[in-house]
């Protein structure tokens, strides 16, 4: 018997309504439990996804903080060394300048009379001249190779008053009023060019001038057959040139005293020997090309 005094085809038809009701009833919590499950997996992930960034973002954070630190602390020792070395360099400046103007005083003390004159062979007292050289050497430390090249052009100036030693023994004495009115003319160009170093003006004629005088002179000292020095012609330096002509002649004819001082450069560096020529041809170069000299 069918229950509920149903016939056997209404029994069927509720049946099979009640399997679709269970299926679809069964359908459904599975979705809402498939739902719930990625739901849950989505917020875990994201939630530990949140965590490990907040960890990075915090280890970030520190590492940042400690290379500012760092960073702020280097900046604070480089700020101090400049300090030190502007205020080293300042005394350094100072002192060689100071020992330049005494030096000139006595030699000028010793060299000139109130009746006679200017005694042109008067060499540099010798007691300045070394004392100067201990200046400059115990400062070389603060001095770059622009103020090192000048001051050996000062230091030129001053031995060039020395009498010169002969083949039998005998001393020369030469004459030392263009010495002594080079000296006179670096004074001020060191200055200024010392002035330039520490920021108090901004020009780059001294330099320019300091490296012609230093360069039309280096290629009138020197004697090498080979390459045609001492120069001869428009650069070439006579006794009534004093360091402003000097450096007029070298700036008027700039183009020719450069080609001569390259052919001078590789005539040195093939030869080996005359570092120091070799290294202040170099530096006039350097100075006279703008720099383009050193990177060949």
């Known amino acids: 018997m069918c229950p509920q005094n149903l016939n056997c085809s209404e029994c069927g038809r509720s049946f099979f309504v ?30 530990s996804i949140r965590h490990e ?24 020792l480089y700020q101090l060394r400049t300090s030190l070395f502007f205020e080293h360099q300042r005394l350094a400046f100072a002192s060689i300048l100071s020992q330049i103007a005494e030096t000139k005083q006595k030699w000028f003390e010793v060299g000139y009379d109130s009746e006679l004159g200017w005694q042109g062979q008067v060499s540099v007292p010798t007691g300045e001249y070394n004392k100067l050289k201990k200046a400059y050497y115990d400062h070389q430390l603060f ?7 000048a001051l050996d052009l000062v230091l030129e100036a001053m031995s060039d008053s020395f009498p010169v030693q002969e083949g039998d023994g005998t001393l020369r004495h030469r004459d030392c009023e263009e010495p002594y009115e080079r000296l006179a003319f670096l004074q001020d160009q060191v ?20 490296a012609l005088l230093g360069a039309i002179r280096l290629l009138n000292r020197y004697h090498f057959k080979d390459i045609n020095l001492p120069v001869k012609g428009k650069l070439k330096l006579t006794k009534e040139d004093n360091a402003f002509n000097a450096i007029v002649k070298a700036g008027n004819n700039k183009a020719e005293l450069i ?15 005359f570092h120091e020529a070799l290294e202040k ?16």
């Not at 960034?53 to 604070?76: F, G, I, V």
């Not at 052919?263 to 093939?270: G, V």
């Open 18 to 47: 009640e399997i679709i009701l269970n299926i679809i009833s069964g359908g459904l919590s599975g979705a809402l439990i498939v739902w719930l499950l990625r739901h849950w997996i989505s917020e875990r992930i994201k939630e």
């Open 53 to 76: 960034y907040a960890q990075r973002l915090e280890t970030y954070k520190a590492e940042l903080n400690a290379n500012m630190q760092a960073a702020l602390h280097e900046h604070q």
């Open 143 to 149: 001095l770059d190779q622009d103020c090192i090249f």
């Open 191 to 210: 200055a200024l060019l010392f002035q330039e170093k520490i920021g108090f003006r901004v020009s780059k004629e001294t330099k320019t001038e300091l």
């Open 259 to 273: 080609l001569k001082l390259k052919e001078f450069k590789k005539y040195l560096e093939r030869d080996g020997f």
């Open 281 to 296: 041809a170099t530096q006039y170069l350097n100075v006279l090309t703008n720099g383009k000299e050193a990177a060949k």
